[in-house]
């Protein structure tokens, strides 16, 4: 089984944040009121004084973080993933982008597992959103383990990282000896010769387990962690298109836009390949428990296998 | 400087806005006149910078909020040393390193890109936060528009600045009471703006910043205020020292044709030559 273990990757984060704290003096947290909820709590607590509450304030939150980061300082910007990229996404744009500041922006309570807040809460365009600025990376780590890894990188990178958590506890996926996290660099965690799931984040357990499903029907289904959605690993996708020659991508993000939309726009340049994306088709989320939601909307291991196994 | 050296070199200032516009055949010489004046005292006397250290560490700061106002700002640096005066014919102009709005990545001397309204104060604000962790004594300087204070962004930064104390910061408003479609009041007030950041707990002084006595008073006030952040009025004429530009609401954001520019910089040449 994988669920042995499961934390919610917001907590990762917060915890990841903390240990870089140690290692680094010049790395900052900001929040916009959030903290308990972004789980940067943790490193409030543990560097009060490096903590900057800029209350409910987000545009004015990322403005402060670029003006920090042109004096050196490395700050990571948290809030719900709906208000950082979607209320402040023109400051984003023009106050972090554009001038290319080495900010890493944590946008939490990413997607429908957000639960019961409902819609006005359950962000599904921010992957479009930051994807579409020019010099972003965009990360989206499946477990506790790629969290710290991928918060460690983002540091090391110089320039605006735009890094997505989730609120509901996922299972652990990359609890192995030989695990190792690049930028960029998707991983193939299960082998297949069917077809392809290319997927990141809370979906990456789904899709595994998907993949079983499938296997027993007789369908062998390799699955591809993209914890970085840009830049995208092209070499593997183009491998996958290669090999088995049927893409299905799986995230917890509005169909428009986000991975299913980047993989498409590789492959119909370079090697068309018929992809059916799965996700969130072009709808708003709704309240309710997060593991009612991801299956009623088909993002749990069973509703993954069926939209593949109807579409193959 | 002298008042009467900052004059002249404020005379050279708004030459260069004129030929930066003019060459550019667009552009924005409203406000920069307007804010010509306070731009001189800032690069000629007051902020702690050097031409040859353009990110000299622990030097003063400067965002120009308003950034539209790229042609004073411009002149400014390029009259203080920053690049060739002679660059700024190359405003607008494609390929060049002079972008319509401020370009941090590739202007000497520019500290943050803006130009998008509003979101210059929250970096300001930023610096000299990071000032204040750090220890450091350098000051932070950002110039916003009056009609710019429409933008809520504004006052959320306001907000942060009083909440923090940052006595560090020094906030100019270019209060020459025109926007795009005409007067403050015309338009959406954010008057009175003084009375606002007084209200977010800064220290707010009110002059006539086309004159350098006030400039030079406000700002030496300015240093000595503790706990919290200033907030000059600056009282200005949109378009200043070029009368058929001086208060007109059109000149915002239009560039002088050939007859327009020589009547101009002769008006620009008889100020110049009354100060000798």
Known sequence: ?312 | MTNLELQKMAVKIREGILTSVHSAKCGHPGGSLSAADILTYLYFEEMNIDPEQPKMKDRDRFVLSKGHNAPGYYSALANRGFFPVGALETLRHIGSFLQGHPDMKHIPGVDMSSGSLGQGLSAATGMALAAKLDNKSYRVYCMCGDGECEEGQIWEAAMFAGHRKLDNLTVIVDNNNLQIDGTLAEVCSPDPIGEKFSAFRFHVIHIDGNDFDQIRSAFEEAKQVKDMPTAIIAHTVKGKGISYMENQAGWHGKAPNDEEYKVAMEELEKAGAQLC
């Open chain 1, 1 to 312: 089984m994988l669920e042995t273990k499961k934390i919610a990757t917001r907590e990762s984060y917060g915890n990841a944040l903390v240990e870089l704290g140690k290692e680094h003096d010049d790395v900052l947290v900001l929040d916009a009121d959030l903290a308990q909820a972004t789980k940067t709590c943790t490193f409030k607590k543990a560097f009060p004084e490096r903590h900057i509450d800029c209350g409910i304030a987000e545009a004015n939150m990322v403005g402060i973080a670029a003006g920090l980061a042109t004096c050196g300082k490395v700050p990571f910007v948290s809030s719900f993933a709906m208000f950082v990229t979607g209320r402040a996404y023109e400051q984003v744009r023009n106050s972090i982008g554009y001038p290319h500041l080495n900010v890493k922006i944590g946008g939490t309570h990413a997607g429908i597992s957000v639960g019961e807040d409902g819609a006005t809460h359950q962000c599904l365009e921010d992957i479009a959103l930051m994807r579409a600025i020019p010099g972003m990376t965009v990360i989206c780590p499946a477990d506790d383990i790629e969290t710290k890894a991928a918060i460690k990188a983002a540091y090391e990178l110089n320039g605006p990282v735009y890094l997505r958590f989730g609120r509901l506890a996922v299972p652990v996926v990359n609890d192995r000896e030989d695990y190792k996290f690049e930028i960029g660099k998707g991983v193939r965690l299960r082998e297949g010769s069917d077809l392809t799931i290319i997927t990141y984040g809370l979906c990456v357990a789904a899709c595994l387990e998907a993949a079983e499903i499938l296997s027993k029907a007789g369908c062998e289904a390799e699955v591809i962690n993209m914890h970085t959605i840009k830049p995208l690993d092209e070499e593997l996708v183009l491998e996958c298109a290669e090999k088995t020659k049927r893409i299905f991508t799986v995230e917890e993000h509005s169909v428009i836009g986000g991975l299913g939309s980047a993989v498409c726009d590789l492959l119909s340049e370079k090697l068309p390949t018929k992809v059916t994306r799965i996700g969130i088709n072009d709808v708003f989320g709704e309240s309710g428990p997060a593991q009612e939601l991801i299956h009623k909307y088909g993002l749990d291991g069973e509703g993954i296998a069926k939209q593949i196994w109807q579409n193959k």
